[in-house]
């Protein structure tokens, strides 16, 4: 069965990812597609807009194969760096692709997901829909440009989003700037037709409401600290019940994780585009594979289940930032 689904009918080309037992997580040979035939789209006349959609009913993407990177991080291997070159490369490219690319960020949206569905020029959620960049919890960070979108969100709201690694419905995910529109699930079938004649088309609705924005006040005032330990001492303290579940959640997470995750959003805000941020997430990615809690997290959450990661915290999270000898050069 092929790993992406694509037709084109009327002006509208529509991409499928089609691994549904999976969740369509990400392997090398759905990146590896999909830069084929946005490479074909990108040439054809006929093709006035794309449309990306999940197969299934669980999501659009639940992320990357996170067992190659577990191999790979045991052995030593470097499979993981040719899947982030391609993947982070095909993140710029819908980026600034010159024809539409609608995300139906339908159902669950994670690391990967974000990757292709974040950086869409139309991107649309539905009330099944849960976003979210839960690296911290597998001794990992936000990538595939997840530090640049969760850079300009709101106020400090992608620092919560980043070292909690939430999940968030709709209405957040259009606040804190991952999402465009609210589309109702049943109306996909509306908005391919309309899509058909390479018009965008304005389905949108208000989505029930959500919890950031009343959240601002509490989560501006703590994530200000400049330590990850500084942000747990004021959530601790903070007379909010959301700011007590949120030092619950982070202190899970891994130290080294987290540590680096801060840095990484907070500098990305400063980095001169999307394209500089990916080439920092590739230094920190090639990084972060060879120590010890990537393999260990993603151990305790998918290979064994037991959710009790044993965490070995690194002394220098800035040494994550240092040049390597293998570089992604997009910025």
């Known amino acids: 069965m092929p790993s992406i689904l694509t037709r084109v009918t009327g002006r509208l080309g529509r991409i499928v990812l089609n691994r549904p037992r999976a969740i369509n997580a990400l ?26 959609t ?16 577990h191999a790979d991080a045991l052995s030593g291997g470097t499979v993981s760096l040719e899947f982030w070159t391609d993947e982070y490369r095909l993140n710029a490219r819908i980026a600034r692709y010159p024809k539409p690319i609608v ?19 139309v991107r649309l959620v539905t009330e099944r829909s849960r976003l979210a960049m839960p690296e911290v919890g597998i001794g990992f960070h936000p990538d595939v440009g997840g530090s640049r979108l969760l850079a300009l969100a709101p106020g400090r709201t992608g620092l919560h989003l980043a070292l909690t690694g939430g999940s968030i419905g709709a209405a957040d995910a259009i606040y804190a700037g991952l999402a465009d529109h ?4 049943a109306r996909l079938a509306d908005l391919a037709v309309a899509l058909h004649d390479g018009e965008i088309p304005e ?3 208000q989505p029930p409401p959500g919890e950031l924005a009343h959240a ?23 007379p909010a019940p959301g700011a007590r579940a949120a030092a619950k959640e982070i202190e899970g997470k891994s130290p080294t994780s987290l540590a680096v995750t801060l840095r990484s959003v907070r500098t990305a805000a400063d980095l001169p585009s999307l394209e ?12 972060m594979l060879r120590t010890p809690d990537l393999a260990e997290g993603i151990r ?31 910025g």
């Open 300 to 330: 305790a959450q998918i290979i064994d289940k037991d959710r009790n990661p044993r965490w070995a915290p690194e002394a220098d999270a800035d040494a994550f930032f240092a040049p390597r000898e293998r570089e992604l050069g997009l």
């Open 103 to 121: 995300a139906w960020m339908d159902g669950l949206v994670m690391g990967g997901g974000i990757g292709i569905g974040g950086h869409a020029r």
């Open 54 to 69: 999940g197969a299934g009913e669980r999501g659009l993407c639940a992320g990357g194969d996170l067992r190659v990177f």
């Open 216 to 238: 601002r006040d509490w989560i501006d005032r703590c994530y200000a600290a400049p330590t990850v330990a500084g942000i747990l001492d004021r959530l601790r303290a903070d």
């Open 182 to 185: 609210y589309v109702p699930s």
């Open 203 to 205: 389905f949108a609705t």
């Open 27 to 52: 392997d090398a040979g759905m990146v590896a597609a999909l830069h084929t035939v946005l490479d074909r789209w990108e040439r054809s006349p006929r093709v006035r807009a794309i449309l990306v």
């Open 276 to 287: 500089a941020a990916l080439d920092q997430e590739f230094r920190l990615s090639s990084a």
